[in-house]
């Protein structure tokens, strides 16, 4: 079930949140139960057969979190409990994600049959396994079951995140704080949910329409200089709406329960650098790989050559996280380096004095950034490394340029370029309602074109601007409709 | 609080007004059945004898298919619109006619892969349009579609605003199809799914022929207008524009007629004998093609067809049927459901071998011509319930049914 489903938005979510409040009413107890079952029901909308896998998985490491925060209460180190943990809940994600990309590369794939992904398995295993963790070094409030569920199963998050973390959620499931439906929850989450899925189906799947052709045509070896640069532009701006307004409806559906998630996005094409992109980008994956594989690598600790290699190892793994292919490999290959080369030029700025930014180099700085997410891309939408190599080769007209008489994309992409670089993002549209839960310093950021009127309020305008959204929106859904890309990570 | 409270309340009837016409226009075309399955929607044909008459969707191949799978039938006629008035009728064993459902040669192969997978007929009455094999028409190959073949889609929840806006509904007729009136034509017996059938008694019936109910309504002169002008005009109509089905001079493709090879070949593998028929053109147009003395493409073709050896017939004169009356025609290409009969006849006539021998109803179809003779809806069980009129303007005297 798609949150761009007719069944979602008139069934499913109507229902979920009326019997969440109706529930509450009677106790929170019954609400959260009621909650997972509605999380689990939409899990197994997909295929049931995977949610006595889900289940399985939260008995499991919820018990073996208990046996750890025991046992450390108890002043023993239960090493072998959280080794074993961290690697049972690998090699669950192995088997259904990387086992054929590993047998395929020794030739044995087709012996292993068909291995079918289960939904969301990336996000509730790296969830857990971070659970794990913090368990050992005691930063784990002793929560039942029932939150633990919650944290887990949580419907708006489930199955393409934001992937949460147990500290900043569990003790919200946990609160008998808003027990009754606040309106404000409402009409925010309503407001967030319907300009997410504007996104979604108004914009996202209208550039898949020009990214897949020309995708195609590469793998079939036809493509050209124009083709070539309209698929990746269309891509760029595709998975930025598509997942950014997956975060913002996933974020208004928890709204409406009286829930805050993290923040996922928070204008990443705005960034003026690599590693600012990364703080915008996929927030919360940044975050989880950022303090359970970086920092315990040693981060920044031991010098910058040690550094550097553990910034190229975190987002090799990053980048396989994403999906078991060597495009997935190279993605991340090429995000590390140009970490790498980013550092280096912040630590050559600094000696050379060089920190001051003048508004050209700051905007020449973002175009850089840009273009260098632009052309890691292509190798994240690519089928396979020629494509993406027969990509970059007519980007950089190795194929010939030519430019058509008419170009129809250009005006969307000039649109769509403005709106990523200089408009208000949907939090801070709503800023004044606190939608999110996010960093401190995107808090007080302004957009270059902020503007009083931009500003949500529970006004009639913006009554009428939500409802013209909403009718767009469902409309632009009757078009053959895509799943969201983050759906099989 | 409160200002949350009036938002909302704000929201709900904005959505409303917004959402009215868009709300609207999916209750009208979900009342007329424009958006059952096709499978249901076929078993309903069969149940209840309803025509299908669609206005939105663009579903010919597969309603057919999906008719051929129900009904299981021994004779299938296949081809263009033009062989759209083969109907059960004429038959004694069961028949389904799976026509309109290709638009080229390479289309009908297309087709013909689909319909094999759905029955196995023992006997296929393949009706070919000339200009299939022909320079200068495009050749068209479209998959069959997977996505459910009633799907909505944006244009499609807009159409009836369209309809409303060009004239094709009244504003009555729109409230009348929201309040889910299935009958606003009036012409005949038949239940009615789809705005098309509702409207104008234009549709498919249960066995894949047209039920052109259109023509025994005062609305036919102003739908044939186009029909009336061209045939009217026929040797300009046939000379003026080289781009068009009957233009001069044209040549034939030898890959269009390999492809046809292809297709007999398959039909003879799965088992059916396949029978094939250039269907008949409207007397002016012939007259006209004659007399351009720049049509010598269709002798070639004939001669082609006739090497393929395989049974054929050409008709493309109504003459040598018999009947050389545009009565019998709807418009240039389209001859109606006497000259259909005619066309059985004239097979039996001539070889009385036929494939089709054993499963036409001769007597039925030679009591049919003579009762229909003059008209293009044959009324078997009093479908009708009006006269035709002469929508063409020659005079036709073709009487109630």
Redesign the interface.
Known sequence: MLFSSYVFIFAFLPLAVLCFYLLNRHSRTAALVGLVAFSLFYYGYWNWRYVPLLVGSILVNFWLGRQIQQRRAAGKTPRLLLAGGIAGNLALLAYYKYAMFVAGLFGAAPSLGVIVLPLAISFFTFQQIAYLVDSWHGNVTRDGLLPYAVFVTFFPHLIAGPILHHREMMPQFSSEDGRRLRLEDLSVGLTLFFIGLAKKVVIADQMALHATPAFSAAAAGQVDFYTAWVGVLAYTFQIYFDFSGYSDMAVGAARMLGIRLPANFFSPYRARNIIEFWRRWHMTLSRLLRNYLYIPLGGNRKGPGRRHLNLMITMLLGGLWHGAGWTFVVWGALHGLYLVINHGWQGLRRRMGWERESRAGAALATLITFLAVVIAWVFFRAQDLPTALRMLEAMAGLRGISLPARMPPLPWFLALLAVVWFAPNSYQITRAYDPVLMPERFRTEPAPLARPALAWRPTPAWAFALAAIVVSALIAMLSDRMEFLYYQF | ?R??????A??A???G???LV?ALNYALVWQAGELLPLGPLVRLQHETRAIYGTGLHDNRREHRIEIVRQRQPEVIALGSSTALDMRQEYFTRPFACACQAMDSIDDGEVFVEAMLRAARPKVVLFALDFWWFTTRRPQIREPLRT?GAV????R??LRPTDWLWEGTLSSGDYLRLLAGARDLGGATRHPKVGVMAIKRDLGIRADGSEMSGIRLTPAAFDFYAKARAEIGEAPAFVLRNPGTRFGPDNALVPERLAALRRVLDRLEAAGAKTVLLLPPVAPPLVRAMAASGRHGYLRQLDRQLVALGVEYYNFQDPATLGAADLCEFADYNHSGNTMHMRMLQAVLQRNPASALAPYVDRARIAAGIRRFAGRTVASFDDEALAGEVDYLGAGCRRGTN
Do not use: A, I, N, V
């Not at chain 2, 200002?3 to 909302?8: A, D, I, P, V």
């Not at chain 2, 799907?151 to 944006?154: E, F, G, P, S």
């Open positions: 609080m200002e949350h409270r009036r938002f909302l704000w929201f009837l904005f959505l007004l917004l959402g868009p996505d799907q909505m889609t944006r499609k929840l």
